[in-house]
């Protein structure tokens, strides 16, 4: 029997899937140049959106509910920095770690788990606000990584949701999926 805080659990991994997919998917298709760019001097390229998420996430799910979300070691302010040594392979590494952490985390993650705290730079909050509160900051961030490669890819970009004109065709497809008529 699946209770309710058990599918809440999987309803967040699937999320959480689906949201670095989307990413990743976005990612791919920018080269190198793109990965790197800025549109101004005051914005974020993909490369400093991948380090900060990476780091980001590497610290708030690692030991999750035993240490502070903010570890010590974390320099967030040198996460939008550009270092000499962050090439787009060293950063996707740091992306991928991030990730790992986060899904290493919710494969072990119980119902029990939610009745549990959690510290984040020193506040306790529950753990089922500090998930929303971190797959709120992801989803923000994924949204920055998708909107600049689509502006650095240009033309040659491939829609990572419904394509424009299509919404009335994808309904239609997913009416006859789900209702059979």
């Not at 699937?14 to 790197?36: H, N, P, S, T, Y």
């Not at 570890?71 to 990730?99: N, S, V, Y």
């Not at 990584?145 to 650095?152: G, Y």
């Amino acid at each position: 029997m699946t209770t309710t805080t058990t599918l809440l659990i999987e309803e967040l991994r699937l999320e959480w899937r689906k949201l670095k997919e989307q990413a990743d998917k976005a990612i791919a298709q920018v080269d190198d140049a793109g990965f790197f760019a800025t549109i101004d001097a005051e914005s974020n390229s993909i490369a400093l959106i991948v380090k900060h998420l990476g780091n980001n996430l590497r610290s708030r799910w690692t030991d999750f509910y035993t240490t502070d979300g903010e570890k010590p070691d974390r320099d967030r302010d040198g996460e939008f920095i550009l270092a000499a040594d962050d090439t787009r392979e060293r950063l996707l590494a740091l992306w991928e770690a991030g990730w790992r952490q986060l899904f290493d985390t919710f494969e072990t993650m119980t119902a029990a788990d939610l009745d549990r705290t959690v510290v984040i730079r020193w506040e306790p909050q529950s753990a089922p606000r500090a998930t929303l509160r971190a797959l709120t900051h992801a989803a923000a961030h994924v949204g920055q990584i998708v909107l600049l490669a689509k502006h650095v890819t240009g033309p040659e970009w491939r829609t990572l949701s419904i394509p424009r004109g299509q919404s009335r065709s994808f309904n239609e497809q997913l009416r006859q999926r789900f209702t059979g008529a």
